[in-house]
């Protein structure tokens, strides 16, 4: 796999580590609250992300249009000079304009690295994915304890290395793996932004019911989490379960709710410290799925990954909700440990309800309803059905299965490899158990068998 890797798709790391820079600065700088720069911050985000849902398919593909690579860039830049600017003087509004600006460059930024990063395979979206996370929180950790100048400095200098390596990404990828200008029906799937935004509100309410001091032991979730997958995929590709590692935040966050329920030794710490490896490994693998359903199916990446980052609502709901409960708005339970079973008991029957619903192995397909799409006649839908429901007939593996749909998809054997991240042994042996399985000798016999590639 290392010879398939590129240093510029690891750029993703300076963006993610402006946009935590961003919430550590904001947490304190405006007066409403712990945590209202923050949420102002993800408001805005999820402006720009409401705004990529409704507006995709004018935009797509957001890379083509250049401006929007360096408005991101822009946009973040004036963020660091605003807090520069509150640090400084203490003047509120420059940092309500910090969080503003930041907020709109950081989803920019998120929404052009989702589309560069679909454009590759399984297998390498979690090794750029999962390596931008950890080298961006670790690069994050180290911003946050600067101030003024060279704060403002750092932050701007990883603002515009995310756009160099945005510019000089795409012209790297081929053109038949570049994101598409159109694609077909797209079903909204409401089950992974809820469950994922549940977690989100039981951290948000952790956070101000009971805040783990300055936050390191969330980042060092982060940190581990990240770590934990990028290592299960770049050194045992051949042995990761996709499924296993999925279900395991549902295990993480509830034992981390546990330990401080319990009231176990540093029962706070450990429980922050779990709560934030479940959650963000579950956040991590999402965004890998959303960019693999992109890559493989023709979804536009601007509709999965904006209606994925809607989940950032269950955060300031939970910020809000407990700091309602704090000042007696809202009644809270009457001690600590009962608030626990609540909200364990919210972790437990959203992930009971999203992960345990199906033994499917290709589960992801259905939160896009490709059965029904199928049925309504979309092109994109038959298509990828009728791959499905070959490859259960002749029983092809789950790597022959992924060989066939990109051989079905008209893909060469050299893209193949790179994508898998196989030899050419390898694939050739992989290709002759698929023409034996299911009787034919050539790729012009699979085209006849599944018929034409939708455009």
Request: include cysteine.
């Amino acid at each position: 796999m290392l010879r398939n890797l590129s240093p510029v798709f690891f750029g993703f790391a300076f963006a993610r580590a402006c946009n935590d820079a961003f919430f550590y600065y904001l947490g304190s700088a405006l007066p409403l609250g712990a945590w209202a720069g923050q949420d102002v911050l993800s408001m805005a985000m999820l402006v720009v992300f409401v705004a990529a849902i409704l507006l995709a398919r004018k935009l797509a593909p957001l890379y083509l249009r250049q401006g929007f690579i360096w408005a991101s860039a822009a946009l973040m830049s004036v963020a660091a000079l605003c807090l520069w600017g509150w640090q400084s003087t203490g003047v509120i509004e420059l940092a309500l304009v910090a969080a503003i600006a930041g907020g709109f460059g950081s989803a920019l930024a998120i929404l052009l690295w989702s589309e560069l990063q679909c454009c590759f395979g399984s297998l390498l979206i979690v090794v750029y994915i999962a390596g931008g996370f950890f080298f961006g929180s670790l690069l994050g950790w180290a911003i946050v304890g600067l101030e003024g100048p060279r704060m403002a400095a750092v932050l701007i200098a990883c603002a515009l290395a995310s756009s160099l390596c945005l510019r000089s990404g795409f012209p790297l990828i081929q053109e038949c793996d570049l994101p598409r200008k159109s694609w077909g029906k797209v079903r909204f799937p409401w089950k992974l932004v809820l469950v994922l935004g549940v977690y989100e509100f039981v951290i948000g309410v952790r956070e101000v019911v009971a805040p783990g001091g300055d936050g390191t032991m969330f980042l060092l979730g982060v940190l581990v989490s990240a770590l934990i997958v990028f290592i299960a995929a770049y050194f045992s590709p051949e042995k990761l379960d996709f499924m296993l590692i999925f279900r395991a935040p549902f295990a993480l966050v509830v034992c981390g709710l546990l330990f401080a329920l319990l009231a176990l030794p540093l029962g706070d710490a450990v429980s922050g410290f779990l709560s934030s490896l479940g959650y963000s490994m579950m956040f991590t693998l999402i965004t890998v799925l959303m960019c693999d359903i992109s890559h493989r199916y023709g979804v536009s990446v601007l509709v999965l990954c904006g209606i994925k980052e809607l989940s950032a609502i269950g955060l300031i709901a939970g910020h809000s909700c407990a700091a309602a409960g704090v000042a007696g708005v809202l009644p809270l339970p009457p001690d600590s440990q009962t608030a626990e079973v609540i909200l364990t008991g919210f972790v437990v029957l959203a992930s009971v309800f999203l992960l345990f619903g199906s033994k499917d192995e290709r589960w992801g397909l259905e939160f896009f309803g490709i059965d029904r799409l199928a049925a309504e006649g979309d092109a994109q839908g038959v298509f990828v059905l009728r791959c499905n429901e070959l490859a259960d007939m002749h029983h092809l593996s789950p790597r022959e299965r992924e060989v066939f749909q990109l051989l079905a998809l008209g893909k060469s054997p050299v893209s193949i490899e790179k994508e898998l991240c196989i030899a050419n042994g390898t694939l050739k042996s992989h290709t002759r158990r698929i023409y034996q399985k299911l009787g034919i000798h050539s790729r012009e016999e699979l085209r006849t068998l599944v018929g034409d590639v939708p455009k």
